[in-house]
């Protein structure tokens, strides 16, 4: 396996608004505490495996002050802990677009933060495994 890359540069971040329209209207999801993850296996704009958005509800933290340090736990956390993720997409020549959107209803520490992003990547990594199983694309 090569060195992980822990970068997290700008075309691996979800901007497009016709894909998020998409991605929340057509995607699937799961819960994984503290995040919902929506996901869309489909071609990417840009030449990624996967592009990624995160999303703090304004109805549970009304000051933007808490919703963008707890957006900035969890890119943190996403970037250093998604090379195994992207290393299997990789592997299964798949591009996907997903939002990480956090749901617990109070501030969460970083570390708390981190243990659930490791636990969701892994949740995610058996969904896309499992229904690529079920759903083999032929060509």
Do not use: W
């Not at 209207?25 to 919902?36: E, H, L």
């Not at 957006?71 to 798949?94: D, G, P, V």
């Not at 749901?103 to 990547?121: C, P, Q």
């Amino acid at each position: 396996m090569p060195q992980p890359s822990f970068q997290f540069p700008k075309k691996d971040k979800l901007c497009s608004h016709s894909v998020i329209e998409e991605l929340f209207a057509q995607g699937t999801s799961f819960v994984c505490f503290p995040f919902r993850i929506i996901y869309l296996p489909m071609t990417l704009p840009e030449d990624v495996s996967a592009q990624v958005m995160f999303s703090v509800s304004k109805r549970r933290f009304k000051r933007a002050v808490h919703r963008n340090l707890l957006k900035r736990r969890c890119r943190e956390a996403y970037r250093l802990n998604r090379s195994c993720f992207i290393h299997y997409l990789e592997e299964s020549e798949q591009q996907i677009a997903f939002a990480m959107v956090y749901i617990s209803g109070e501030k969460l520490s970083y570390a708390v933060i981190r243990k659930g992003m490791i636990k969701a990547l892994k949740k995610f990594k058996d969904h896309l495994s499992k229904n690529n199983n079920e759903h083999p694309v032929t060509e």
